[in-house]
């Protein structure tokens, strides 16, 4: 392996690590602030982080947008991508108000393989080591959801599987997307859009979703800290009238800059740095760990104790992601994208 190719894959390694431990931040910062409110803030940060980066490719001429896409059409594209984007961050942050961070972030891994299978609606086409990995996949889903017990499956895990198919279609939203406007400019578009969305749903939705969950919470005998959120617009007043740090709430303050800065601004970079070098297989294997790593993440740092049905779940999961992968793994020439 060369050098850059070996560069290329700790850089794709640290990248999914950091979205891995991304998971442990939004399972932290729920224990002060709604689903809402951390996407409220998230995203903008997101967006902001990722404006050097697109300034230094504008002076460099590095942008690949074409000259013939206006700037109405660019608007237009990332406000479809960052609609499916909230949806999908909305699911799958509600979802954790329920599930392990672990749970999350397997679950979530299987948009990779829905992806090739929605593709078929759209004239795609696929093979055989997508509907082996589909059976592995069930499988896996089958230990998270049951460990052991068909009646006590958690409603967050179904709620991160709904997100998990939204992944999926965003995806396919991108990979078309990409085509005609520079994938940064995508970026950080779509994460206005959804940090533009998550505000005003922090102000109109999150207290109903507090109640809601409340209530779901008692009946599933779920530790939920709901009653212990700031509404969004007593973070705003706080943050406006200097009571911010002295209020509980800015225990949420590293989650959010983890979330927003780590896991979008300084992730992403990453991934467009690395996979110039990397070859697709490499990238595929790495960028699967990210469940691992959210596992790891909630045993470390969320003191999760995932049992042998969900750790087995995890396995298949893993193994379904590979196998769906399997014609990007198995090229013989590794470099062809």
């Known amino acids: 392996m060369n ?3 070996l560069r290329a894959d700790i850089l794709l390694l640290i990248t999914a690590g950091l979205w891995g431990f991304g998971f442990v931040a939004q399972s932290a910062g729920m224990d002060y602030v709604g689903p809402f409110t951390f996407n409220a803030v998230r995203f903008p940060l997101g967006t902001l982080s990722l404006v050097p980066l697109i300034l230094f490719f504008k002076v460099r001429g590095m942008l690949s947008t074409p000259h013939n896409t206006s700037r109405p059409a660019q608007i237009r594209m990332t406000l479809i991508a960052g609609t ?27 948009y990779v393989v829905l992806t090739p299978v929605f593709g078929i609606f759209i004239g795609k086409k696929t093979g055989l080591p997508t509907w082996i990995g589909m059976v592995f996949a069930f499988i896996g889903l089958y230990f998270i959801f049951a460990a052991g017990n068909l009646s006590s499956i958690n409603p967050g895990d179904l709620i991160i599987l709904i997100s998990a198919s939204f992944w999926a279609v965003h995806i396919l ?8 406007i520079d994938p940064l400019v995508l970026s950080a578009g779509q994460f206005a859009w959804c940090g533009a969305f998550s505000i005003l749903t922090a102000f109109v939705l999150e207290p109903f979703v507090g109640d809601w969950a409340l209530s779901l919470a008692v009946n599933i005998a779920e530790d939920f800290t709901a009653q212990q959120w700031t509404p969004f617009p007593t973070l705003l007043a706080l943050v ?13 303050v590293i989650p959010i800059l983890y979330g927003g800065i780590a896991s979008v601004g300084i992730a992403y970079t990453l991934q467009v740095v690395a996979q110039k070098d990397a070859p697709p297989a490499h990238a595929t294997i790495i960028l699967c760990l990210e469940g691992c790593f959210a596992a790891a993440g909630g045993i470390l740092m969320r ?26 793994i198995g090229r013989k020439n590794p470099h062809v994208p």
Not at 98 to 110: E, Y
Not at 240 to 252: I, R
């Open 3 to 5: 050098k850059r190719a």
């Open 84 to 110: 499916i984007l909230f949806v999908a961050v909305m699911f799958q942050q509600i979802g954790m108000i329920f599930t392990t961070v672990g749970n999350a972030g397997f679950i979530t891994g299987f």
């Open 173 to 180: 939203v991108i990979d078309h997307l990409v085509q005609k």
């Open 240 to 252: 406006g009238n200097g009571g911010f740090l002295s209020h509980p709430v800015s225990g949420a």
């Open 303 to 328: 003191n999760e104790k995932p049992g042998s049905f969900t750790l087995l779940g995890f396995g298949f999961m893993l193994l379904a992601m590979f196998i769906t992968q399997w014609d990007v």
